[in-house]
C-alpha cells in the first residue's frame, strides 16, 4: 500500500492567515491526489483532486500544488468556516489510502 | 444530483458480522463504482473497499479477508458485511462515489452511520 503522511497534525491558526498543510506519500503517485475538509460529526467534502484542480463551488481561497511524492493545500486568507479537518487521498493505485488528517484550530 | 444513505445496525456484538446498506438515489447505480470508508472515532479515514454495478470488487488487503460487498441494481443499492468483529471496527461507517472509475476521489458521501461493537 501506499502511504500517505499529512503534517502538521494540528495547527492553530487566526483568521487572516495563510495556511499550508502538507502530504507525502511514500511512493510517487503523480498528481493523483484529493484533498478533503471535513468538520466535526459531518462526511468529508471534497476541495482539490488531480492535485491542483478546484472542486466546483469550492472557494478560490484554497489552492493545490504538488506531484510525485510531495503535495501542499493551501488557503490563502483562513476563514471562520474553514476551521476543520484536512485529509488527503491518494487515488493513483487501485488499494486507496488516506493520510491521517490536520486538525486546523483558531488560535 | 445523486444522494447517498447509510442504513443498518448501531450495535454489533463481538464476533458478529456487521451489515451495512447504502441506498443510492437522484440516479442510477449502474455504470459506476460505489465504495465503502470507515473512521474510528477520533481517527482518519480507511477506504474499506469498492465494487462496480457488474458485481466486480475490491477490497482494502488488510480487510480483504472478512469483507464482503455485493451491488442489487433493481434497488439501487449496495451493501457491506464485515465478518468476525471487534472493537477496533467500531467506526462511522461512509458510503461513497467517486468519479467514475476505480482509481477516483470521492465527491459524493452517505452522511455516514456509527457503528459500534460492544456485547
Known amino acids: 500500500d501506499i502511504q500517505m503522511t499529512q503534517s502538521p497534525s494540528t495547527l492553530s491558526a487566526s483568521v487572516g492567515d495563510r495556511v499550508t498543510i502538507t502530504c507525502r506519500a511514500s511512493q510517487s503517485i503523480s498528481s493523483w491526489l484529493a484533498w478533503y475538509q471535513q468538520k466535526p460529526g459531518k462526511a468529508p467534502k471534497l476541495l482539490i483532486y488531480q492535485a491542483s484542480s478546484l472542486e466546483t463551488g469550492v472557494p478560490s481561497r484554497f489552492s493545490g500544488s504538488g506531484s510525485g511524492t510531495e503535495f501542499t493545500l493551501t488557503i490563502s486568507s483562513l476563514q471562520p468556516d474553514d476551521f476543520a479537518t484536512y485529509h488527503c487521498?491518494?487515488?493513483?493505485?487501485?488499494?486507496?489510502?488516506f493520510g491521517g488528517g490536520t486538525k486546523v484550530e483558531i488560535k | 444530483q445523486v444522494q447517498l444513505q447509510e442504513s443498518g445496525p448501531g450495535l454489533v456484538k463481538p464476533s458478529e458480522t456487521l451489515s451495512l446498506t447504502c441506498t443510492v438515489s437522484?440516479?442510477?447505480?449502474?455504470?459506476?463504482?460505489w465504495s465503502w470508508i470507515r473512521q474510528p472515532p477520533g481517527k482518519g479515514l480507511e477506504w474499506i473497499g469498492y465494487?462496480?454495478?457488474?458485481?466486480?470488487?475490491k477490497y482494502n488487503p488488510s480487510l480483504k479477508s472478512r469483507v464482503a460487498m455485493s451491488v442489487d441494481t433493481s434497488k439501487n443499492l449496495f451493501s457491506l458485511k464485515l465478518s468476525s468483529v471487534t472493537a477496533t471496527d467500531t467506526a462511522v461507517y461512509y458510503c461513497?462515489?467517486?468519479?467514475?472509475?476505480?482509481?477516483?476521489?470521492?465527491?459524493?458521501w452517505g452522511h455516514g452511520t456509527l457503528v459500534t461493537v460492544s456485547s
Open positions: 461513497a462515489r467517486g468519479q467514475g472509475v476505480a482509481t477516483t476521489p470521492f465527491q459524493h
Open positions: 487521498q491518494q487515488y493513483d493505485s487501485y488499494s486507496l489510502t
Open positions: 465494487i462496480y454495478y457488474s458485481g466486480s470488487a
Open positions: 437522484g440516479g442510477s447505480i449502474s455504470s459506476n463504482y
